[in-house]
């Protein structure tokens, strides 16, 4: 089919997430066409570095034959089999038990969904059971960070501490609340890290004193958030905060939809500082990105609340049509044979350090004020004026001059609104990869510094 029909047909028929339904009309779509290892191309033969893994998850790049052959192998065996009325398939409990050998110790217990997002829904519904089949029925609030991300369902959503999530949806709802991020670059607090941490503490203690401890039913955190700008703790601000939920009798949920499965260095983000979180929800890196997957891993605790309730003989009325679908789960089971004896794993963290000195030398740029990272999880911040750290006006619209600009130069990243350039490499990038996508990214920021309208924004700051 031409790409002049595609384009029609996607503007008439396709609803792409997270766009202006008219500014993408407008626009139309870029249909990618192939990919392989680092790189895609376009329906227009263009040559792309994916520096996203395509939305933080092809971890292992494109074109893994060892992928598409389980995943066919399974499809041909077996390509359904639905988990309800005690039926199973060998993948997915093959799966739930690697994971739990895999995951911070204790959390034996896993749960499938179809991605992130349904895995977070999943999790607050589990905790809603756990505190009514416990007798703690008034524990309903739950908290979590300003700019953390937690999926775009009606509940998820509302947790999601981005105000583009909440627009015209109605949540955050009630029973959902947020505490500031600990945003090292633009805390006032950011040179020192213990204080930055002791902020966080005490901003929490302070929430569940304001709502009542009796009533707190868990904080939902980010190891390092994403979304919001792959904002990078301090370290031990996983491990205070943990503390800190254990204190006040709340569950502590890892949100590691990003972070997990080597993304930040280790196989789980948690695992940097030896946290164990109550539950901890999964998906991205764990199929690569090849099939639809996510996952809730609970603790034997969280699992017995529910399974020895008030009504233990009854049913506990969750299930998707699709939770552990035998193919995406040979896809999984196959992803991680590929982090772990595959070497991608140790692969990735090889390359962390190019990725991270890389990014630190960019600083000296004169559009960018800050560099972090943890792995091969990063983030660039630009900024009208380096002193002040005043970001660019909105009418500027940086982020698209960014991507376009990115796009030109065959390099694509993830351009956020408010000045920032997340990037997110597969981890089975080699050292040459990664000074391409470095050289890229320089060459893009040159070019959007000697646009005329950007140069008069620095001269104003």
Partial sequence: MRPNSLLELDRDHLIHPVTSFRGHEARGVTVLESGQGMFLRDSEGHELLDAFAGLWCVNVGYGQNSIVKAAADQMTRLPYATGYFHFGSEPAIQLAARLAELAPPGLNRVYFTLGGSDAVDSAIRYIVHYFNATGRPAKKNIIALERGYHGSTMMGSGLTGLPAFHRNFDVPRPWQHH?????????????????????????????????????????????????????????????????????????????????????????FACETESVVPDLMTVAKGLTSGYAPMGAVLMSER????????????????????????????????????????????????????????????????????????????????????????????????????????????????????DGVIGLAPALCCNHEEMDLLLARLALTLDQVLDEPEVRRSLAKA
């Avoid at 205070?240 to 569950?251: P, S």
């Avoid at 960019?362 to 091969?376: E, I, K, Q, W």
């Fill in 302 to 417: 969280i699992y017995a609340g529910i399974a020895d309730g008030a009504t233990p003989d009854l049913p506990i009325g969750h299930g998707f049509t699709y939770s552990a679908h035998p193919v995406s789960a040979a896809v999984g089971l196959e992803v991680l044979r590929l982090y772990t004896e595959g070497g991608i794993l140790a692969n990735g963290q090889a390359v962390a350090p190019r990725f991270k000195a890389g990014l630190e030398a960019l600083t000296d740029h004169p559009l960018v004020g800050d560099a972090r990272s943890a792995g091969l999880l990063g983030a660039l911040e630009l900024v009208a004026d380096k002193t002040t750290k005043a970001r660019f006006a909105p009418d500027l619209r940086l982020a698209d001059r960014l991507a376009a600009r990115g796009y030109a130069n065959g390099i694509i990243f993830r351009a956020f609104g």
């Fill in 179 to 267: 505490i500031p991020s600990p945003y090292p670059y633009r805390n006032p607090l950011g040179g020192d890290p213990a204080a930055v941490i002791a902020q966080s503490v005490a901003q929490l203690k302070a929430k569940v004193a304001e709502l009542g401890a009796d009533s707190v039913a868990a904080f939902f955190c980010e190891p390092v958030q994403g979304s919001g700008g792959v904002i990078v703790p301090p370290p031990g601000w996983l491990t205070a905060v943990r503390d800190a939920c254990a204190e006040l009798d709340i569950l502590f949920v890892a949100d590691e939809v990003i972070t997990g499965f080597g993304r930040t260095g280790p196989l």
